[in-house]
């Protein structure tokens, strides 16, 4: 062996030795599939609160459903806690009740949740093998954009949530719901067709299925982000069995 292919052997087995300690057995590459570090602290806030030490969904449910920790609990109908499987892989994360939402108690079971349904489907699985949720348990007035002290009260639930799902994959809708878990005012064009790591889990960015609904053109790029998931699931079942 020629000693330029020796140093380059050493420095490649260095590398790659260096990736297994950051990242385990997978190869992440460049581009789409690359996992960036966590860009959100592991820590749930409000540690004193007794919901903190929930053991289960139903368990923290029970503790939290009658929330009135900002105004929007003064106006709700429903508490919108999230629906699915308590070990969902998926999990599907939106960014706040709307009214059918509101009245029915879970989350998007309206235009953008037939919406949501339907893509559900297209990747291949069904509503009740993943989980869905949102940033926000409660509905704000007239469907506005939820606002940050609303998202700061309310997002520790869901970052409960995910801790006791532990989901694999984290799909956000929207740049709302991206931006928020990812504490980051990116374009959601920006952080759209990549991963993201988060508290464990792989975290892909799509459109909101409402945008979807309003312009039909965006259809296209969320299948692509769509398949990037599909993807990186399929290698995910296939390293579990090796
Ligand atoms: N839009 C959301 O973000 N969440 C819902 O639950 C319904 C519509």
Redesign the pocket.
Known sequence: MSKALSIFLDQARAYLMQQQDLFGNTIYTEGAGKKPPDTRADTIPYPDEPWVSAESLPDLYDQIHECLKCPLGQTRTRF?FGTGNLRADVMFI?????AD?DAQGE??V?K??QLLNKIIEAIGMKREEVYIC?ILKCRPPNNRDPETLEMETCSPYLLKQIELIRPKFIIC?GRISAQWLLQTNESLTALRSRTHAFKGSTLIVTY?P?ALLRNPNWKRPAWEDMKLFMGLYEQSKKEKLT
Do not use: D, M, Q
Not at 94 to 98: D, F
């Open positions: 919108v939106g960014e706040a009740p709307g939402e989350p998007f309206g953008a949740g949102n809708l909101h409402a």
